[in-house]
């Protein structure tokens, strides 16, 4: 069984990629999960986009023990409470605000709060917050713009996320500020439509060896 991440730190330093899924199939989300963990990459999170979103991490949590299964894409309050009563392992947000960031934190979570700017990250610094995610990634300046940062924020960490691919991946993880990126290109709809599991780990297992 995979260690519970105690901090956004752990939470980046479970693999180089977070795999970014979207399950609409419950039955597909405990397959997936084992298809990921087996290809190397046990942080998985699950976006809050789909109804089955809060099922498949209560099925993963319960038949998946050695996945540490997270929820993204959570923008209020009610989410936070949701997706830590289903049993996830840690928060991620594309965003942040004062009320939302107040009610991660009361879930006693590890959380990665959403941020885009300078300013943004300096927020979150703030309350004291050290691990974020960049997101959208490439549409926010990518990679020369987290490089950036580097220099006025040396204590910031990003998980940057969106439009990065296998391709792009290793230009971001080169950097000394980025702990892991998400990644969607590791759970094509259309394998998972598939069933493709096999495919799915191979993609995995070249995720984490970048």
């Known amino acids: 069984m995979t260690t519970t ?35 190397g990459l046990p942080g998985i999170e699950v976006t809050l986009r789909t109804p089955a979103a809060l099922s498949a991490i209560e099925r993963i949590a319960a038949e998946v023990p050695e996945a540490v299964v997270g929820a993204g894409t959570v923008v209020t309050p009610d989410q936070a409470r949701a997706a830590s009563d289903a049993g996830a392992r840690f928060l991620v947000s594309p965003g942040c605000t004062a009320s939302l ?43 020369a713009f987290l490089k950036s940062l580097l220099g ?5 960490r990003f998980c940057p996320t969106g439009g990065i691919t296998s391709a792009s991946a290793p230009d971001y993880l080169a950097l000394a500020n980025v702990g892991c990126v998400g990644g969607s290109w590791l759970t094509p709809a259309a394998l998972v439509a598939e069933g493709a599991w096999d495919r799915i780990e191979a993609l995995a297992r070249e995720a984490a060896a970048l």
């Open 101 to 143: 960031a107040s009610a991660m934190a009361d879930t006693g979570l590890p959380f990665l709060p959403g941020a885009s700017t300078a300013s943004e990250a300096m927020a979150l610094l703030e309350r004291g917050l050290t691990e974020l995610k960049f997101f959208p990634a490439e549409a926010s300046g990518g990679a």
């Open 5 to 39: 991440p105690r901090s956004g730190a752990d939470i980046l330093d479970l693999a180089p990629v977070m795999p970014v899924v979207v399950i609409d199939d419950l039955e597909a989300a405990v397959p997936l999960a084992r298809a990921l963990v087996a290809g």
């Open 152 to 156: 006025p924020l040396p204590q910031v």
